[in-house]
Nanobody, 115 residues
Framework: QVQLVESGGGLVQAGGSLRLSCAAS????????MGWYRQTPGEQRELVAT???????NYAYSVMGRFTISRDNAKNTVSLQMNSLKPEDTAVYYC?????????WGQGTQVTVSS
């Protein structure tokens, strides 16, 4: 089984920064598309950012210019640097992995941004 474990969530004031990390195991990491999604209670899970095996990135419009996704294939990790945080960024953030038809999700980590 693919296992994804997130870390780095917490409470931060508006305008502050957080860095989320996701450690992957049980997969050929360098061949996976990785991503971050977020979800608030009662809402659909929303794509935040993705990164392909080749390093191409894609971002939700709401986070462009503020968030940066990166990967370290030597450590089997993917990170999300979040700057200029806003209260509307408050959500549970989930790490995501895809290899062909196989998807996997982490358990989620809470990010709370206070005004």
């Amino acid at each position: 089984q693919v296992q994804l474990v997130e870390s780095g969530g917490g409470l931060v004031q508006a305008g502050g920064s957080l860095r989320l990390s996701c450690a992957a195991s049980g997969t050929i990491f360098r061949l996976n598309t990785m991503g971050w999604y977020r979800q608030t209670p009662g809402e659909q899970r929303e794509l935040v950012a993705t990164i392909t095996p080749g390093g191409s990135t894609n971002y939700a419009y709401s986070v462009m210019g503020r968030f940066t996704i990166s990967r370290d294939n030597a450590k089997n990790t993917v990170s999300l640097q979040m700057n200029s945080l806003k209260p509307e960024d408050t959500a549970v953030y989930y790490c995501y992995s895809r290899y062909f038809s196989s998807d996997a999700w982490g358990q989620g980590t809470q990010v709370t941004v206070s005004s």
